[in-house]
């Protein structure tokens, strides 16, 4: 539906006083069209849980620390950051120049109210263990504690102090998520849900909300209260959602989009038309993602270690990669992707990583007929997978892998987000699934299998062992002796499998040889306050 009413004309108000020169003037604003895969959901960061939300909300908001132009951390309302001798005390003071676009000063409790906010079992906010570093964090949402007893709080308008369980050498890189961004407390006590409707959202980064059409389009305004506005570029952003990736590719190459960024944003045997016909567009960016398998553990026979190795070794992800795949992405054979900061020089890799494929599809036999599957009695499940981008014919080509080993398999294509939502309830047996890191850390990829991480903990995993290792890591303030406890946490889970590894994932996005700023990155982030447009005219193809 269009997100209409009140707050449409105050929308329109909004437009003509934010970006300055509406219809008229020189040339008109500067706009940069960009794909971006599904429809937002919601533009509440502590609701958020999608890459598509969050490229929007990090063009509006912006946290403690920031993403610059190649995805590095950087200031972002922080202009000092002092920590106690022990790790565990952080006091943040915040910038004098910081406001919403209301033209209200961002102040430190802006920050405790979002961070109890998420915490909330009452707000369900789905990133919410993200927190669980804070002081008191967990048991809050777990319904132990009030909000209230969180270790964070304002020392004054411009202090922030935030005490920490343990200690955090990730704790920058953490705070560029958008879950820990401030919310204007008076808009959404005031408003509540509507608070970020158009004309009512404020924003404290470069952009403010102009315009919202549910599953059409979102546009964005220059927002001339942001501390930096003068040296932002671009002075509207308008993101557009699209069905598949053959009609993001379409509008791309008929010159609607300046940008399409995503996962997989053109099609796979589209490659050598656009290598041909559309050189200098295609920005095959490798990224800190892995794509797996989940399995869910707490249905049989997925209970059964053997079942799900047999599952994993069957898997030709050499194949995969080379075949099915040919724009970047590796076979993977650990959790933690390659490139990642802060871990060992030698990480642990599954026990068959040097296997050739066919000593893996004999083992893979032969810990099926152990587990009491044969010809007569052959394994049978359904994969669930993501209906985006090329996962069908990765699925089909998944499926055929695993009928040489004598199962049988049945596809189930779901929408990314009803995939996941299954995935989360525990409603499937094998899941295609995959994650993004939110911050550069190997942590952000272990803490998904704690046993009390919720909902991103898929397959119900626990294993005391490994809990203990990662709470060891957490209390260990040594990078070196840090990074030794993550790798033997994630050999436990390369052992148990509750997810199975298979390939390296790439962003497959188009940019227009007329966008400058465009710079790689590890955690795929593009920022539109980094981006310019050096034509007025977007070419067609």
């Not at 958008?178 to 808009?187: G, I, L, S």
């Not at 050189?279 to 990224?287: D, L």
Request: aromatic share 10%; net charge negative; glycine share 8%.
């Amino acid at each position: 539906m269009m997100r209409s009413g009140r707050w449409a004309a105050a929308a329109m108000l909004a437009v003509l006083s934010l970006s300055g020169c509406g219809q008229g003037g020189g040339d008109g604003p500067v706009v940069l069209h960009r794909g971006n895969g599904a429809p937002p959901d919601t533009l509440d960061p502590q609701l958020a849980d999608s890459a598509w939300e969050s490229n929007i909300i990090g063009d509006m908001l912006t946290g403690l620390y920031a993403h610059g132009p190649r995805g590095e951390v950087v200031a972002g309302v922080v202009t000092d950051h002092a920590i106690s001798d022990d790790g565990l005390t952080h006091s943040f003071a915040l910038s004098e120049d910081a406001v919403w676009s209301d033209g209200t000063p961002v102040t430190a409790d802006d920050f405790v109210y979002a961070w109890r906010r998420a915490l909330d079992p009452a707000t369900a906010s789905p990133y919410a263990s993200m927190l669980y570093p804070f002081e008191n964090a967990r048991q809050i949402n777990e319904g132990a504690m009030p909000p209230e007893a969180l270790g964070a709080r304002a020392i004054d308008e411009r202090t922030l102090e935030l005490r920490t369980s343990s200690y955090v050498p990730y704790l920058a890189t953490l705070l560029t998520h958008p879950v820990t961004y401030p919310v204007p407390r008076h808009q959404v006590e005031a408003l509540g849900e509507e608070w970020t409707q158009p004309g009512a959202y404020l924003s404290n980064g470069p952009y403010a909300l102009a315009e919202w059409t549910a599953d059409d389009q979102l546009r964005l305004v220059k927002n001339p209260l942001y501390p930096e506005a003068s040296d932002v570029a671009i002075d509207e952003v308008v993101y557009y959602p699209y069905g598949d990736v053959s009609e993001g590719f379409r509008r791309f190459r008929g010159g609607d989009l300046d940008v399409n960024a995503c996962s997989q944003c053109y099609p796979i045997q589209q490659v050598d038309f656009i290598e041909d016909r559309m050189p200098g567009t295609m920005r095959n960016e490798t990224i800190l993602a892995t794509t797996y398998l989940a399995f869910n553990m707490e249905v049989a026979p997925f209970d059964d270690l053997r079942v799900r190795r047999a599952v994993s070794l069957a898997v030709d992800r050499e194949g995969l990669a080379e075949e099915i795949l040919p724009s970047g992405e590796v076979a993977a054979y650990a959790l933690i992707p390659p490139g990642i900061d802060g871990y060992v020089d030698q990480p642990p890799v599954m026990a068959e990583a040097k296997w050739p494929q066919d000593r893996r599809l004999a083992e893979a036999k032969r810990l099926l007929a152990e587990a009491g599957f044969d010809a007569e009695n052959p394994l049978a499940f359904t994969l669930t997978y993501r209906l985006s981008g090329d996962r069908k014919q990765i699925s089909v080509a998944l499926a055929r892998m695993w009928e040489r080993a004598g199962m049988r398999v049945e596809l189930e294509g779901l929408a990314p987000r009803e995939a996941y939502s299954r995935y989360n309830s525990g409603e499937y047996q094998v899941g295609d699934a995959g994650w993004i890191a939110d911050y550069n850390d190997p942590q952000n990829y272990l803490y998904l299998l704690r046993s009390d991480t919720g909902r991103f903990n898929q397959g119900a995993y626990r294993n005391e062992d490994y809990d203990k290792l990662l709470q060891a890591a957490a209390d260990e303030r040594d990078p070196e002796a840090r990074a030794t406890l993550l790798a033997r946490a994630e050999a436990i889970i390369l052992h148990d499998l509750p997810f199975a590894p298979v390939y390296y994932s790439v962003n497959r996005n188009l940019v227009g040889p007329h966008v400058k700023g465009w710079e790689d990155n590890v955690l795929g982030v593009h920022r539109t306050r980094w981006l310019d447009i050096s034509e007025r005219m977007r070419p067609e193809y």
